[in-house]
């Protein structure tokens, strides 16, 4: 080999060398800058996930919420019935006594046992306001 051919080889050797180098430092940032916005991604998705979730919490308590305004509503209109509307329902279990009897008289016992089932309804409903009618007279 001759001197040229020396220099040349070395040289071959170190252009490789440099283009290697080259290549490997221009993949390893391309691949961290990569990673980067890939982590980014994942944090923003990460985000909206966990926004959603708690846009979802938050609907359920608004709906809960509603359902208790109601039954709330409901217990209140209910506190305020008081002595007359238990009078109210004692006489309607009064009058469907006598449409029982009544039916009983015609022998149409559907119609009779009706009645009667309605009357024992009347008459629960009322003993349930028998306490109301007691805490407002007091």
Sequence with gaps: MTAIQICALII?????????WVGYRGGLIDGRIEGIDEGKAIQQSDSSGEIRELQLLLDQARDHHKRLYTRYKQALDVSKLG???RETLLAIAKQ?????ETFNALKSADQANRA???RDKALHL???LEPVAQEHAA
């Design 12 to 20: 071959l050797i170190l252009l490789v060398g440099i283009i290697c």
């Design 83 to 85: 002595t007359q509307d």
């Design 96 to 100: 469907l006594k006598l449409s029982a």
């Design 116 to 118: 009667t089932d309605l």
């Design 126 to 128: 009322a003993a349930l």
